[in-house]
């Protein structure tokens, strides 16, 4: 699930966007879990870049378009 989740925000067009917004989509608790953890995978990698402005503000993810790091199911392992 975490590496299905990971492969959409991937492949989103989107180049900017907000945690906020993508907590909106989820309905669960499991499917805000699963936002979190894939969210804090592709900032370790560097494919995220995170910005907040201030406690309690909106975090705004960006794009890092020149990082070209890769997840692979087998990393997504240590999640189960």
Known sequence: FLM???EFLIHQQKKHFS???LLQK???KADVVVTFLACLELIKIGRLA???EGTFR???LDWNEECTT???REDMEQYD
Do not use: E, S
């Open 58 to 60: 909106d975090i705004h």
């Open 26 to 28: 989820q309905y669960t």
């Open 4 to 6: 299905d989740f990971l």
């Open 50 to 52: 995170v910005k907040q």
């Open 70 to 72: 890769t997840i692979t």
């Open 19 to 21: 945690f906020r917004g």
